[in-house]
């Protein structure tokens, strides 16, 4: 017979955060809650790199996973033996990360004589605008069709959402996903590291009109990315950007480097258009192609998620366009579930319990390369 009540421990180290969350869930109404959700970030470590380091990021996850998992089950008022249940990210992500999260849940399983369950670190993503929305009824598929827009670091897809566990994959970026765009021309612009949100922080001060740069792939006839090529021209043009300033402002001919600008207004002003223009496109990218898939597939729900998600434009433009020219309705994360987390992989896992899908602690593998598929 199916328990009823469950309780699942979940650990995240796909890159650079180490996760562990607590779960508390009714398996027959399908109500949940998290008890808690622990993040020990490294950026602090990889700032000084001004990007990931995969082995840096490996030996940071091994003194702080066990003191993740004591604080999460501090926080839910619980102990080991209270654990039904154990989940972990398998991937996609950094092998050596994902390597710690998986071998610590294996043995977790095997000491406790618990089921563990692998999850998709996507499908985290996926479905972490669920315990905002509890509204809905999901047995009786008011959510359903659903699309889902994954927006990360290191992936951009739209996904339609048959079912809870019922995926296929409409398209997906062709080179750098949009928040790695982000990143990358945060670092053209001398921002600190991590970059995305410094460069919508920045954007708030600039004219996202000033420059027209591309929009890849706006137009075609598909649901596939691509972001490669504004990061290019954003290169280019902030490089030509930097060189008239410098005429102007010194009368000087030769390009001078962004760090040789001593002028703190100066180099805030010479920053934040390109910033503001550089998030408009990207967030018109995404925004355009959301709302053709949800035209296209008849869907009642959009689901956010991934770090971009929490870019406040993006959300203001896809709720906007949402409401107005579709039958959907726009569901998106709590800001704590945005970025990498166990929260949500603690919640897939709880949707995988739902259904009697576990795996058995032996068989399971970490994948970098992982690929959403359907389980049901």
């Known amino acids: 017979m199916l328990k009823k009540k469950i309780t699942i421990l979940a650990l995240e180290t796909s890159a650079d955060e180490t996760g562990a969350a607590v779960l508390l869930g009714d398996l027959h109404t399908r109500k949940f809650s998290l008890r808690s959700n622990v993040i020990y970030s490294q950026i602090a470590k990889h700032r000084v790199t001004g990007g990931i380091v995969p082995e840096v990021a490996a030996r940071e996850h091994l003194p702080k996973v066990v003191p993740a998992i004591k604080t999460a089950l501090n926080r839910a008022r619980l102990t080991l033996p209270d654990i039904d249940a154990v989940a972990v990210t398998a991937g996609p992500g950094l092998a050596t990360s994902l390597m710690i999260g998986v071998d610590t849940a294996k043995t977790l399983s095997y000491a406790l004589r618990k089921p563990l369950v692998a999850i998709n670190h996507l499908e985290g993503h996926l479905l972490s605008a669920l315990p905002k929305n509890s509204k809905f009824e999901i047995r009786n598929s008011k959510l359903f069709p659903a699309l889902g827009l994954i927006v990360s670091g290191g992936h951009t897809l739209l996904v339609l959402v048959h079912d809870l566990g019922k995926y296929r994959i409409l398209g997906e970026t062709l080179d750098d996903a949009a928040g790695e765009a982000f990143d990358k021309v945060a670092k053209i612009l001398g921002l600190p590291y991590p970059g995305g949100p410094e460069l919508a922080k920045l954007s708030e001060k600039g004219d996202p009109r000033k420059y027209d740069l591309p929009r890849p792939m706006l137009n075609q006839n598909n649901f596939d990315f691509s972001f490669a090529g504004l990061k290019t021209a954003v290169l280019y043009l902030y490089r030509d950007v930097i060189a008239n300033e410098v005429r102007q402002s010194r009368g000087q001919t030769r390009l001078l480097r962004l760090r040789q600008l001593t002028d703190p207004r100066k180099?805030?002003?010479?920053?934040?258009?390109?910033?503001?223009?550089?998030?408009?496109?990207?967030?018109?990218?995404?925004?355009?192609?959301?709302?053709?898939?949800?035209?296209?597939?008849?869907?009642?729900?959009?689901?956010?998620?991934?770090?971009?998600?929490?870019?406040?434009?993006?959300?203001?433009?896809?709720?906007?366009?949402?409401?107005?020219?579709?039958?959907?309705?726009?569901?998106?994360?709590?800001?704590?579930?945005?970025?990498?987390?166990?929260?949500?992989?603690?919640?897939?896992?709880?949707?995988?319990?739902?259904?009697?899908?576990?795996?058995?602690?032996?068989?399971?593998?970490?994948?970098?390369?992982?690929?959403?598929?359907?389980?049901?």
């Open 267 to 376: 180099d805030t002003k010479i920053k934040a258009d390109p910033a503001a223009s550089t998030q408009a496109a990207i967030v018109d990218v995404l925004v355009e192609k959301t709302i053709r898939a949800a035209k296209q597939f008849k869907i009642k729900t959009v689901l956010l998620g991934g770090g971009v998600s929490a870019n406040k434009l993006l959300r203001q433009t896809l709720k906007r366009r949402i409401h107005k020219e579709t039958n959907s309705e726009l569901l998106t994360p709590p800001y704590q579930l945005t970025t990498d987390n166990a929260g949500m992989i603690a919640i897939a896992a709880f949707w995988h319990h739902v259904y009697g899908d576990t795996t058995n602690f032996s068989k399971i593998t970490t994948d970098p390369n992982l690929r959403l598929k359907s389980w049901r």
